[in-house]
């Protein structure tokens, strides 16, 4: 229990990695948006934690090297689009092919079904972009899209704005809270209060969400080793 919290808590990856926490950041947001085994990485609390250690104050008070800010703000936005494109692209390659397995501790059929549902839900270009928002969605969403056909193009544009708006939002509000807060304070504070602002960002799109699923009740999902996810409407 006590190492499935640690994946879960972002300051333990950034202690961990030390010096090469900068690169760590970027690796681990990669393999969240670009890797179905990323999913349990914590994307949008590792972003805010990011942000508020790249204020040399803080890092230090915590015994760290500050993050640098420029490479956060250039690179994470890089490797989201990355990640996301190889995503995509491995849905569009393989097909369902990619989800025809059993599940296991690292898949679970239903994660597949949630992106789905989101992605009929919202239509292409908002689930592309809403989906970077919501943990375990964000990881799926990418392949699906692939399955379901977005076109190439289409989906690199919205996977642009998403992963812009994402990435850079969590690392300014990190940013910001870093700079206005006594070093001393942090344990107390901020770190609490990551994971409360995180949850807050997440309660409209998390309702619009649950909607979707009790809609999506109604029509049966199949189940076995040939279920395949069904296509989608091209929405806006």
Request: proline share 8%; hydrophobic share 55%; charged share 15%.
């Amino acid at each position: 229990m006590d190492s499935l919290l640690n994946l879960l808590d972002p300051t333990w990856w950034l202690t961990i990695l030390g010096a090469f926490a900068t690169v760590g950041v970027l690796a681990i947001i990669f393999a969240e948006t670009g890797l179905l085994l990323g999913f349990f990485l914590p994307g949008d609390s590792l972003l805010v934690a990011a942000g508020i250690f790249s204020s040399v104050s803080v890092a230090q008070g915590m015994g760290i090297e500050p993050l640098s800010l420029p490479v956060l703000l250039i690179g994470t936005p890089i490797c989201a689009i990355a990640g996301a494109q190889l995503g995509h692209w491995l849905g569009a390659r393989f097909g369902r092919r990619l989800f025809d397995k059993p599940d296991s501790r690292l898949f679970k059929r239903e994660h597949v079904v949630r992106a789905e549902v989101f992605f009929e839900k919202f239509g292409p270009a908002k689930a592309v972009v809403l989906a970077r928002f919501v943990p375990i969605v964000r990881t799926f969403m990418n392949p699906v899209a692939g399955v379901l056909e977005m076109p190439p193009k289409r989906f690199f544009l919205w996977n642009v704005v998403g992963a812009l708006v994402w990435v850079e939002s969590l690392v300014l509000l990190g940013h910001f809270l870093g700079s206005r807060v006594d070093p001393k304070q942090i344990d107390k504070y901020i770190l609490p209060g990551v994971f409360l602002i995180v949850l807050i960002s997440l309660i409209p799109i998390f309702v619009e969400f649950v909607k979707g699923r009790r809609m999506a009740k109604a029509v049966p999902v199949p189940t076995g080793k040939h279920h395949r996810v069904r296509p989608g409407a091209d929405g806006p």
